[in-house]
Nanobody, 120 residues
Framework: QLQASGGGLVQAGGSLRLSCAASGRTFSSYAMGWFRQAPGKEREFVAYMSGGSTYYTNSVKGRFTISRNNAKNTVYLQMNSLKPEDTAVYYC?????????????????WGQGTLVTVSS
């Protein structure tokens, strides 16, 4: 029900925009989050939005922007000034109760992941 796309290979300093398209239900009332998992590392929080508020992990503040278009049932992650350490599989997720926040285990629905590779 969540389809992530937009990943790819980019040089350091470049930009990518990830999209997460939802189908099968309306997610406008859900909190939506982005998480990532680098090789050999645990899944980590990147950004989420709940209501009109947005939250980011410190390492991406000022570089990444999460947004949503409820008419398109789609959430975005604009990533600028990318760094090699941003390399990971990025997952979008939906939280029905808006209580998950930074905790990936509390999200109800997950996209399949899209790979972002940043070369130095």
């Amino acid at each position: 029900q969540l389809q992530a796309s937009g990943g790819g290979l980019v040089q350091a300093g470049g930009s990518l925009r990830l999209s997460c398209a939802a189908s099968g239900r309306t997610f406008s009332s859900y909190a939506m989050g982005w998480f990532r998992q680098a090789p050999g590392k645990e899944r980590e929080f990147v950004a989420y939005m709940s209501g009109g508020s947005t939250y980011y992990t410190n390492s991406v503040k000022g570089r990444f922007t999460i947004s949503r278009n409820n008419a398109k049932n789609t959430v975005y992650l604009q990533m600028n000034s990318l760094k090699p350490e941003d390399t990971a599989v990025y997952y979008c997720a939906a939280d029905r109760d808006n209580g998950g926040g930074r905790i990936w285990g509390l999200y109800d629905y997950w996209g399949q992941g899209t790979l972002v590779t940043v070369s130095s």
